[in-house]
């Protein structure tokens, strides 16, 4: 059984599309995470919810738009995409305030 | 925001010791995470110290926190060519974005046979 599910794994697309990611998870968490990881490996945090609501949002543009219908989901949608919104966009989910957030595997965005 | 440092690339011979090392700056860390990453894959969680401890051990890994000179490492014994990876290290604490994971850049490890 997958934990933390996301999809699609890859996202081919061109400059200027809108697109989404979608992630899921069955450990019954309460805090869900997206974090960016670029080119040269380097992993940041985009947004976090708790419980549906939005706790961290980071220095992201408007374009991205987190969407958490309920504990369980939290997807990523992107309008207007841009060269340097490529990357590897990932998921995870953990209790709150718990020791150890559990990965999805990933969605590789290339945009054209 | 704090920062987290390590060394970006480490190899060793199948068989050998390998330490990968880190550096953090926020003295109110309370978890010190090692994640690894392998080509085209996501972040496994290898494990975990908190903040009050010095070291953990766990199989072939080992852990070891200097919290004063806000140092960790991560040994593994016995290096195998299948631990060639992306090791991260990370860490959380109440003062950056409630409990995100703060990561490092990542050190490559690659072993030879």
């Known amino acids: 059984d997958t934990a933390v599910s996301q999809t699609p794994k890859y996202l081919v697309t061109q400059m200027g599309n809108d697109k989404s990611i979608k992630c899921e998870q069955n450990?019954?968490?309460?805090?869900m995470y997206w974090y960016k990881q670029d080119s040269k490996k380097f992993l940041k945090i985009m947004f976090s919810?708790?419980?549906?609501?939005?706790?961290i949002n980071e220095t992201v543009p408007n374009r991205f738009s987190p969407k958490s219908p309920d504990k369980a989901h939290l997807n990523l949608h992107i309008n207007s995409l841009e060269l340097g919104d490529s990357a590897v966009y990932f998921c995870?989910?953990?209790?709150?305030?718990?020791?150890?957030?559990?990965f999805g595997p990933g969605t590789r965005l290339t945009v054209l | 925001g704090e920062d987290v440092e390590q060394s970006l690339f480490l190899s060793v011979r199948e068989g050998d010791s390998s330490v990968i090392n880190c550096t953090y700056t926020?003295?109110?860390?309370?978890?010190l995470y090692w994640y690894k990453q392998e080509p085209g894959a996501g972040l496994q969680l290898l494990t975990y110290?908190?903040?009050?401890?010095d070291m953990k051990q766990d199989q072939r890994l080992t852990v070891l926190l200097n919290k004063k000179d806000k140092h960790l490492s991560l040994r593994i014994a016995d290096t195998q060519t299948g631990d060639s990876a992306i090791y991260f290290c990370?860490?959380?604490?109440?003062?950056?974005?409630?409990?995100?994971?703060?990561f490092g850049k990542g050190t490559s490890l690659l072993v030879t046979p």
């Open positions: 990370a860490e959380t604490s109440n003062s950056n974005s409630e409990y995100a994971l703060n």
């Open positions: 919810y708790n419980n549906k609501e939005l706790i």
């Open positions: 995870a989910s953990s209790q709150w305030n718990a020791d150890t957030q559990y």
């Open positions: 110290i908190f903040s009050n401890m």
């Open positions: 450990l019954g968490h309460d805090t």
């Open positions: 926020d003295s109110s860390s309370t978890y």
